[in-house]
T-cell receptor, first 114, second 110 residues
Framework: KAGVTQTPRYLIKTRGQQVTLSCSPISGHRSVSWYQQTPGQGLQFLFEYFSETQRNKGNFPGRFSGRQFSNSRSEMNVSTLELGDSALYLC?????????????FGPGTRLTVL | EDQVTQSPEALRLQEGESSSLNCSYTVSGLRGLFWYRQDPGKGPEFLFTLYSAGEEKEKERLKATLTKKESFLHITAPKPEDSATYLCAVQPSNDYKLSFGAGTTVTVRA
């Protein structure tokens, strides 16, 4: 069974630009959660999507947004990039959601903002 | 606010030298406590979920235990391939999201 895939694996952007990251969950998984990982803050929850609806949201500014498609694939968008947005962005999928099922993480997208 | 504290931050072990990692937590009602392993440049890999005090789970050289305030991850006779960062996360009963600790980086020397 294929795992969670994320594209691209690496991205370099400049301040002020916007970026879109993609996540394909494990087949049959309908929940996708996004996390930001930095050395200083660790892993922080961004948001969770289930059946194309945002079901839960962390404490991040509105520049961070996401969506989920009917095939459960999800995208995350960050607008007006700041230097502090440099991080490893991870997505995790589960069948029914993190409250009722184990989450499996993808390899992440390493975003560098210059 | 949910808090998860992992100790020590780093642990250097000799191959075969058993040790324990600690995860102490503060949460208003625990739905579950999770352990993940993360290798450099990769996403976290699921290890265990613990739901209630007294519960124990084992996988190869790893054993996780849970009390009302903390969890321990015991590594028995570690091998170099056990070198990784071990992350603990808690999920409160009234929320979906996981709150992660900062992790313990384990290095096992041959």
């Amino acid at each position: 069974k294929a795992g969670v895939t994320q594209t691209p694996r690496y991205l370099i952007k400049t301040r002020g630009q916007q970026v879109t990251l993609s996540c394909s969950p494990i087949s049959g998984h309908r929940s996708v959660s996004w996390y930001q990982q930095t050395p200083g803050q660790g892993l922080q929850f961004l948001f969770e999507y289930f059946s194309e609806t945002q079901r839960n949201k962390g404490n991040f500014p509105g520049r961070f947004s996401g969506r989920q498609f009917s095939n459960s694939r999800s995208e995350m968008n960050v607008s007006t990039l700041e230097l502090g947005d440099s991080a490893l962005y991870l997505c995790a999928s589960s069948r029914t959601g993190p409250s009722t099922d184990t989450q499996y993480f993808g390899p992440g997208t390493r975003l560098t903002v210059l | 606010e949910d808090q998860v504290t992992q100790s020590p931050e780093a642990l250097r072990l000799q191959e075969g030298e058993s040790s324990s990692l600690n995860c102490s937590y503060t949460v208003s009602g625990l739905r579950g406590l999770f352990w993940y392993r993360q290798d450099p440049g990769k996403g976290p890999e699921f290890l265990f979920t613990l739901y209630s005090a007294g519960e124990e789970k084992e996988k190869e050289r790893l054993k996780a235990t849970l009390t009302k305030k903390e969890s321990f991850l015991h590594i028995t006779a570690p091998k170099p391939e056990d070198s990784a960062t071990y992350l603990c996360a808690v999920q409160p009963s009234n929320d979906y999201k996981l709150s992660f600790g900062a992790g313990t980086t384990v290095t096992v020397r041959a």
